[in-house]
């Protein structure tokens, strides 16, 4: 392996018999996988985090409190809208003490700052003035979507998934609104799972049929409705033409990637580049006591959580990055995405950095730079009567890179062929760093008017800057044909590629 490596780095990449070329067409290309990548010298992948920035909601109702969880955030035009359940959750005289659930409702028109609006829909404790949107079945679990599907009608706009084993299964409901809703039939139209989860689907264009994603455990068993957990908690999928009728099924598959507790898995097609599905699945770990574990925020807490099991008090959560382009099979990173981060107060524990289904495009909060990435993640849980979900933010399909220090490195694609006569690159360079492109024929040869020589130096931090060679940047004369990418990087961060028209 190592010698064809070194053979390869020294004669360039050749096409091997049979392989076929990666149709990218104009679509944008990420590095969240190593999908286009045939070779890395002096570079790698490198995962990004993303930076906390304030308090969106915080939980404060009297019909929200320390156990809402399970959000879902959806664009819809100018509004932004937010999901979550909302109950009481805590532990009393060593046992665990929960309260009646709901959902609940939140929305904003910059996806920064948030309102809580009254709907006048559910009655609690005697009164309609509030934020509650379902109460019926579904309620532990409701992950509502915006349908996509053409053709899709107007009563339909919305759709959800929800529900538990002992309710039967999952239910689907529609809404006009995101509001308004209601179920589509009486009967679980998925009953096969454990589903105490956020289980959730989603319209997918790029394969012309609804993805369902819900929990399940490996090697777990089901007789009649009862389903009997055993192993670890795991993520399953299925597909539908209808939303009704589901088959398909099949535990996710990974790359490279241990057995671990996974407790959501907030999978959906990635909006800049809706052929990648992108998942913020929780990782759920047993600690146990230990001195670090008691060197953790809120001590007194822990130790009254885990009187009542010894997982409420000592087991932690954090966010996971993952990525698929058939739905089934994922490279899923083992580094954390979203780390517990510094101690502080509510958090740490249990229920800490579950992601929000969907990242949104924001407008930054530095005067005239680019949008955006907004990410959501709950914050405190299990103690007194109230918990939050904090936003934070990552550059514009700024999940991972191909990284190269001052030293340098280089990138080789595998061949592909292209639709369009620019290129334009989402990166970032130190004032002294750059990056150089060259496009080879399949066999790895430097293309006349495109070696590395030609190419002028690209530097800065933009996220659609267009390449230019010595001759400009059109690139048309390639449009179709097999090709290879050569990025030679120095002290940068390669983040996305994408083939425009300028037509």
């Not at 070194?6 to 096409?15: D, E, K, Q, R």
């Not at 609940?104 to 609690?124: M, T, V």
């Not at 139209?189 to 105490?196: K, L």
Request: aromatic share 12%; proline share 5%; glycine share 10%.
């Amino acid at each position: 392996m190592r010698i064809a490596l070194f053979v390869a780095l020294l004669v360039g990449p050749v096409l091997a018999e049979g392989q076929e070329p990666i149709e990218i067409g104009s679509r944008r290309e990420l590095f969240v996988d190593g999908h286009l990548i045939d070779t890395l010298n002096g570079a790698q992948r490198r995962l990004h985090q993303p930076v906390p920035r304030d308090i969106a909601v915080m939980h404060d109702a009297p019909w929200e409190g320390a156990g809402s969880g399970y959000h879902s955030v959806i664009h819809d035009g100018n509004v932004f809208r937010m999901y979550h359940r909302g109950s009481k959750l805590g532990v009393e005289n060593g046992r665990l003490k929960a309260g009646t659930q709901v959902y609940c409702y939140a929305e904003s028109n910059d996806g920064i700052q948030w309102r809580k609006p009254s709907l006048g829909l559910f009655e609690h404790d005697g009164s309609k003035q509030n934020n509650i949107i379902w109460t019926g079945v579904g309620v532990h679990n409701f992950a509502p979507f915006l349908d996509t599907r053409p053709g899709c009608p107007a009563e339909s706009r919305f759709k959800a998934l929800a529900g538990t084993a002992k309710e039967g299964g999952l239910f689907a409901f529609h809404s006009p609104d995101g509001i308004h809703w209601s179920l589509m039939r009486k009967e679980p139209v998925v009953t096969e799972g454990a589903f105490d989860s956020q289980n959730l689907a989603f319209w997918d264009a790029s394969a012309s049929k609804y993805r369902a994603y819900f929990r399940t455990f490996t090697e777990g068993i089901t007789t009649g409705k009862v389903w009997k957990p055993s192993g670890y908690r795991a993520i399953r999928t299925a597909s539908s033409s209808d939303f009704i009728s589901w088959g398909d099924e099949a535990d996710l598959t990974y790359e490279d990637s241990p057995v671990e507790h996974l407790y959501t898995n907030q999978i959906g097609p990635y909006f800049r580049a809706p052929h990648i599905l992108i998942g913020f699945p929780t990782r759920y770990i047993e600690r146990g006591w230990s001195p670090s574990m008691r060197a953790l925020p809120q001590l007194e807490h822990r130790e009254k959580r885990a009187a009542a099991n010894l997982r409420y008090g000592t087991s932690l959560t954090e966010g996971l990055l993952m990525a698929s382009r058939n739905g089934v099979h994922f490279e899923r990173w083992n580094e954390a995405f979203l780390k517990p981060g510094p101690q502080r107060p509510e958090t740490w524990l249990y229920g800490h950095n579950y992601i929000a289904w969907h990242a949104v495009e924001t407008k930054s909060s530095l005067p005239d730079a680019p949008n955006e990435l907004s990410l959501y993640a709950t914050e405190g849980s299990w103690t007194g009567d109230s918990n939050a979900i904090r936003r934070y933010s990552l550059r514009l399909d700024g999940f991972v890179s191909v990284n190269a220090g001052w030293k340098g490195g280089e990138l080789i694609t595998r061949p592909i062929q292209f639709t369009g006569d620019r290129l334009d690159l989402n990166f970032s360079t130190s004032a002294a760093g750059d990056i150089r492109v060259e496009i080879q024929d399949a066999d790895g040869k430097p293309l006349t008017g495109f070696s590395l020589d030609d190419c002028e130096d690209v530097f800065g931090d933009e996220i659609d800057r267009t390449v230019q060679w010595k001759n400009g940047p059109d690139v048309s004369s390639l449009s179709g044909k097999t090709i290879r990418l050569r990025f030679v990087l120095k002290d940068a961060d390669l983040y996305a590629l994408k083939f425009n028209s300028s037509k």
